[in-house]
């Protein structure tokens, strides 16, 4: 029905007017955006510590409560997964040497181990590759495996964050950190984490550091042996003659056990 236009105009105002009124009542509150939580990619890194004298370098099973610290020099790129399965691989064991390279003992050992096919990781000190750059690259060649000892032995777990960051940075580069004596903690394990290196201790403490004798040296080396076992000698800090003559008795003898040995995937 059409009425009189005086009368229309005031009534589509009036209705105009109560939509306006009824748009303002109504609530509306602001927008929310759901964000997306923040994962983390960096790969877990630990120790598993079983009874005894064993410090294994194995993942571990949850994550650091401890935050990375990040390093002050570049970042490394993220490192592809190895093969840290140690004891599934059959009647192997994974021989290394701390403390060179040095040029009387290191050489000595590769013989001894290039005599019995062997492979074998060196985790080195930082100051003594900027002395022997060429047994580096001799082990390398050999097949050998390089893992980072630190730069000068310090012990770790005594230093302040900056120190520990130093040590490792200027230590040779690799995957794998031991840190010398195997001193280590929630702070060390982190800041290896952050240059994508993992702590790799042992399971066998030959003790030829003590220099007790090449009988001892050989019996440790024997009674330690099953497979997947980390046996921790050395090839600098001293004379090394009884581990050279320890490591050549030991290995003739697990070799007719039927023992082979592989470098760490370091």
């Known amino acids: 029905m059409t009425g009189p236009p005086g009368k229309l105009l005031p009534l589509v105002a009036a209705l ?3 939509a306006v009124l009824a748009q303002a009542a109504s609530p509306s509150g602001p927008s929310v955006t759901s964000a997306a939580p923040v994962v983390s990619t ?5 120790l598993l510590s079983t009874p005894g004298t064993s410090k294994r370098g194995e993942p571990s099973a949850g994550k650091e409560s401890t935050q990375p610290v990040q390093p002050t ?3 490394p790129t993220t490192l592809p997964a190895d093969d840290w399965n140690l004891a599934g691989h059959g009647k192997v064991l994974y021989l290394t040497f ?11 050992v590769l013989q001894v181990l290039r005599k019995h096919h062997a492979q074998a990781t060196f985790f080195v000190l930082g100051i003594q590759v900027a002395q022997y750059p060429d047994l580096i690259a001799a082990e390398r060649a050999a097949g050998h495996r390089i893992g980072n000892h630190t730069f000068d032995h310090k012990t770790l777990t005594l230093l302040p964050d900056a120190k520990v960051q130093q040590e490792i940075a200027m230590g040779i580069k690799s995957k794998c950190l031991r840190p010398p ?9 982190a800041i290896a984490a952050a240059y994508h290196q993992r702590e790799v ?15 001892h040296v050989e019996h440790a080396i024997m009674a330690g042996a099953r497979p997947g076992a980390i046996i921790l000698m050395h090839d600098g800090g001293g004379n090394r003659s009884q581990t050279v003559a320890a490591l050549d008795q030991a290995l003739t003898k697990l070799t007719q056990q039927g023992y082979t040995y592989r470098s760490l995937p370091c």
């Open 16 to 18: 105009l007017c109560g």
């Open 42 to 46: 960096t790969p877990d890194h630990g």
């Open 73 to 75: 020099p570049t970042t």
């Open 98 to 108: 701390d403390d060179g390279p040095q040029h009387e003992w290191t050489p000595k």
């Open 181 to 189: 004596g195997g001193g280590t903690n929630a702070k060390v394990q």
């Open 201 to 215: 201790l042992w399971d066998v403490d030959t003790k030829d550091w003590e220099k007790p004798g090449t009988a």
